[in-house]
T-cell receptor, first 114, second 109 residues
Framework: DTGVSQNPRHKITKRGQNVTFRCDPISEHNRLYWYRQTLGQGPEFLTYFQNEAQLEKSRLLSDRFSAERPKGSFSTLEIQRTEQGDSAMYLC????????????FGSGTQLSVL | GQQVMQIPQYQHVQEGEDFTTYCNSSTTLSNIQWYKQRPGGHPVFLIQLVKSGEVKKQKRLTFQFGEAKKNSSLHITATQTTDVGTYFCAGSYNRKLIWGLGTSLAVNP
């Protein structure tokens, strides 16, 4: 158990609907990351926060994606007007700033867009 | 852009055989991490290598970081069925993690 909690574990939605995922990082970790992973691929970086500040967002990320970490604790990732190409596993990870490359991943949210 | 190439993509071994996966970066890395992802699971941190030429061991796993800090390898001695999964390297460059595509290991009992 890595201590990073994500929910829901699975989400099935129809194309065009909005979805929101939640991530609760390890409590003392000030960095939080969102990644996307499809079958047979490595994790693809989406965005990361240091405390409540969103410090980087992938240029590949469309404006339909938005993430928040309002109080520097849990984070939400919202996808608006979902498309079939959004189907993937959405992974959240957290780390300490001092050892930021050592990521602790949650179990992920598997999104299926029909 | 910066890339980390990982080979092989797949490896199928008989239990007891050795296994090696290699990572090669197009640029010099600050350090490199290795993660393991079991089927249906999430990546789990294994180790970080920082120094040029560094070698670290974890039981049957041996990790190496090249002298030029551009390549790395993970070697598993006498594989077991519990070693099944995908092994990812992730290189740290310019305060970013660049992930390889992973090597999927299957072990026949």
């Amino acid at each position: 158990d890595t201590g990073v909690s994500q929910n829901p574990r699975h989400k099935i939605t129809k194309r065009g609907q909005n979805v929101t995922f939640r991530c609760d990082p390890i409590s003392e970790h000030n960095r939080l990351y969102w990644y996307r992973q499809t079958l047979g691929q490595g994790p693809e970086f989406l965005t990361y926060f240091q405390n409540e500040a969103q410090l980087e967002k992938s240029r590949l990320l469309s404006d339909r994606f938005s993430a928040e970490r309002p109080k520097g604790s849990f984070s939400t990732l919202e996808i608006q007007r979902t498309e079939q190409g959004d189907s993937a596993m959405y992974l959240c990870a957290s780390s300490l700033k001092s050892s930021w490359e050592k990521l602790f991943f949650g179990s992920g949210t598997q999104l299926s867009v029909l | 852009g910066q890339q980390v190439m990982q080979i092989p993509q797949y490896q199928h071994v008989q239990e007891g055989e050795d296994f090696t996966t290699y990572c090669n970066s197009s640029t010099t890395l600050s350090n490199i991490q290795w993660y393991k992802q079991r089927p249906g699971g999430h990546p789990v941190f294994l180790i970080q290598l920082v120094k040029s030429g560094e070698v670290k061991k974890q039981k049957r796993l041996t990790f190496q970081f090249g002298e030029a800090k551009k390549n790395s390898s993970l070697h598993i001695t006498a594989t077991q069925t519990t070693d099944v999964g995908t092994y990812f390297c992730a290189g740290s460059y310019n305060r970013k993690l660049i992930w390889g595509l992973g090597t999927s290991l299957a072990v026949n009992p």
